[in-house]
T-cell receptor
Framework: DAMVIQNPRYQVTQFGKPVTLSCSQT?????MYWYQQKSSQAPKLLFH???????NEADTPDNFQSRRPNTSFCFLDIRSPGLGDAAMYLC?????????????FGPGTRLLVL | DQQVKQNSPSLSVQEGRISILNCDYT??????FLWYKKYPAEGPTFLIS?????DKNEDGRFTVFLNKSAKHLSLHIVPSQPGDSAVYFC????????????FGQGTTLQVKP
């Protein structure tokens, strides 16, 4: 089945230790998104790639970076995680055509910062 | 400034009855809206959407109503089933805006057997 896969599902890191979260998709969608969701809050868009074009949200901290080496993969790098970065990180994809703007989500990676 | 709001954090209904989840928005530029369902430890799953050119969209037990003048949408689930118990997020977007969605905070629905 075509899908969005996130690895790992749970990630524990230490304060200040760089961490990378991974997302892959078999949907061949041209847009990939990273969201941060904290408990009982709305998912918050961090950035997205439209093909190879990177689009950062204005309020995304510099601590968060992303890479998209090819259509299928997208990575979220947190350079120096703080306690406030503990959250669920959701990857989503979209084909973004005139008739289709639905985003399809992966299962998420829950990040714990010690 | 929260552009999409779900003012009810939780809702409890009896199996077989109707569940109505509400969502309000402030940005009149939004022209499409989606509802997502999320189980614990899983990512949001797309449920149903509606374009601003419509005021109703139906898919099986799920119907979304859009009232543009009130900037309000609602999701009706009839009849509700215990498996519908989950967190429901509404989301809004602007066409041709790279697909960016603004999400509400979610409403936790509990359907009691």
């Amino acid at each position: 089945d075509a899908m969005v896969i996130q690895n790992p599902r749970y990630q524990v890191t230490q304060f200040g230790k760089p961490v990378t979260l991974s997302c892959s998709q078999t949907l061949n969608h041209n847009v990939m998104y990273w969201y941060q969701q904290k408990s009982s809050q709305a998912p918050k868009l961090l950035f997205h790639y439209y093909d190879k074009d990177f689009n950062n949200e204005a309020d995304t901290p510099d601590n968060f970076q992303s890479r998209r080496p090819n259509t299928s993969f997208c990575f979220l790098d947190i350079r120096s995680p703080g306690l406030g970065d503990a959250a669920m990180y959701l990857c989503a994809t979209s084909i973004l055509s005139r008739d289709e703007e639905t985003q399809y989500f992966g299962p998420g990676t829950r990040l714990l910062v010690l | 400034d929260q552009q999409v709001k779900q003012n009810s954090p939780s809702l409890s209904v009896q199996e077989g009855r109707i569940s109505i989840l509400n969502c309000d928005y402030t940005n009149s530029m939004f022209d499409y809206f989606l509802w997502y369902k999320k189980y614990p430890a899983e990512g949001p799953t797309f449920l149903i959407s509606i374009s601003s050119i419509k005021d109703k969209n139906e898919d099986g037990r799920f119907t979304v109503f859009l009232n543009k003048s009130a900037k309000h949408l609602s999701l009706h689930i009839v009849p509700s089933q215990p498996g519908d118990s989950a967190v429901y997020f509404c989301a809004a977007g602007i066409s041709s805006n790279t697909g960016k969605l603004i999400f509400g905070q979610g409403t936790t629905l509990q359907v009691k057997p």
